[in-house]
């Protein structure tokens, strides 16, 4: 079947999809949007809600962190539907006198770099027995962000797409790409199932799938599923209100060494708390490179139980309701691929790994401005051809 001719046609219906939708539907652009299965069922739905900065190195990262929090606070109002929009703050902590040195130069590099805006502070060890009883006495101190803050993704994925609905937007689910053609004389025609769109440009925003559908039009795009673990925990009081890590959780993201038994290591182990509104909290993380594979694994469940406690003693007594692991979209340099192409009018908006929710806003509006040439900020860091010069 033929389908109407649109203006932008975006594969991937995550929340990175749903972002662009809105924001380029917004201008007038006639859009449609494809997704293999339902909305935020792959990625999207196996992640925790950060929108952080304080995971993000100083300088073109951190600064796309701050614009994408600020569109977030944004769209908290703009949005019709609510999406658990908090703004607690984070914290990192630290497990000795060696990480909390490397945290407290985290500190001052960013407040050097952010100029005015110093939302990174110092903590010591009262501090955090002030703001938490059940923080390990082990630890030394710690770090917080007072600009980070959490949602809930599934929820601002359906609320983006419930209001892009109303512009001239059209969503179909279940609707998997099968081929991307360019068509003489300009456009593309994208086949899945018997149904054939065509549009004038496309934005590649399917994640970790990304990489199969660039291929398609003979495109390398270097993004690799990336696999994390998440637990679930019954409603119980909460350890803490803010989004808690422990600094290793920045040096695993980086490939940096800490210190931590072999097997914490060898899988990426490191602590991740975040509270959710109905009072279950989730507990992560691990990293590790497995193809495709998302089967929950029970040693690496241990493991990450094992790691919250040694930072909370007293979590040995909750009870974990479920578990689930999802893949996240990786590049070489940790930033995500926003980019034109070598093939005109065909874009990539991956490549996000575990920030695709705290960078989705900027990502969105970015992409709308790419495909209708109102793009005033410099994202040439971004930019797929980075990857050719790095391996020329």
């Not at 494809?34 to 990625?43: D, F, K, N, Q």
């Not at 040995?316 to 070598?342: C, F, Q």
């Not at 009018?345 to 705290?358: L, S, T």
């Amino acid at each position: 079947m033929n389908r109407d001719i649109y203006d932008v046609l975006i594969i991937g219906g995550g929340i990175v999809g749903a972002s662009i939708a809105y924001y380029t539907a917004k201008t007038g652009l006639k859009v449609a949007l494809l997704e293999a299965r339902t909305l935020a069922s792959g990625t999207s739905s196996k992640c925790d809600g950060n929108v952080l900065l304080i995971d993000k190195e100083p300088g073109f990262d951190s600064r796309m962190a701050i614009k994408s929090q600020a569109l977030i606070k944004e769209l908290s109002r703009e949005l019709e539907m609510k999406f658990e929009f908090r703004h607690p703050g984070s914290i990192f902590l630290c497990a000795n006198d060696d990480e909390l040195e490397q945290a407290y130069e985290w500190v001052d590099l960013h407040n050097s770099k952010n100029g005015e805006q110093e939302f990174f502070r110092k903590l010591t060890k009262e501090d955090l027995k002030n703001d938490s009883k059940y923080f390990s006495d082990h630890l030394t101190g710690g770090i917080e962000c007072t600009n980070d803050s959490t949602v809930n993704p599934y929820m601002l994925t359906f609320s983006l797409v419930h209001q892009a609905k109303k512009y001239d937007f059209s969503l179909f689910e279940n609707t998997r790409v099968t081929d991307v053609e360019q068509m003489d004389g300009g456009g593309f025609k994208v086949s899945s199932s018997g149904d054939v769109f065509k549009a004038g440009k496309v934005i590649n925003a399917a994640g970790v799938h990304a990489p199969a559908l660039a291929n398609k039009l003979g495109l390398d795009v270097p993004i690799t599923p990336r696999k994390g673990h998440i637990l679930v925990a019954s409603r119980s009081e909460l350890m803490g209100m803010r989004k808690i890590q422990e600094f290793g959780y920045l040096m695993t993201k980086f490939g940096k060494e800490r210190e931590a038994s072999k097997p914490m290591n060898d899988y990426g182990i490191a602590l991740v708390h975040e509270a959710t509104e109905s009072q279950n909290f989730l507990l992560g993380s691990s990293r590790e490179f497995t193809g495709f594979d998302t089967k929950v694994d029970h040693k690496i469940i241990r493991l990450i139980a094992r790691r919250a406690i040694e930072y909370f003693p007293q979590m040995k007594d909750m009870n974990v309701i479920r578990s689930y692991a999802g893949l996240r979209p990786w590049t070489p340099d940790h930033l995500p691929v926003l980019s034109e192409t070598s093939v005109p009018g065909f874009y990539i908006a991956a490549g996000h790994e575990g920030d695709g929710i705290g960078l989705s806003a900027i990502t969105g509006l970015w992409v709308s401005q790419m495909v209708t040439d109102t793009l005033e900020d410099d994202i040439s860091p971004l930019d797929i051809n980075r990857f050719r010069e790095v391996h020329a």
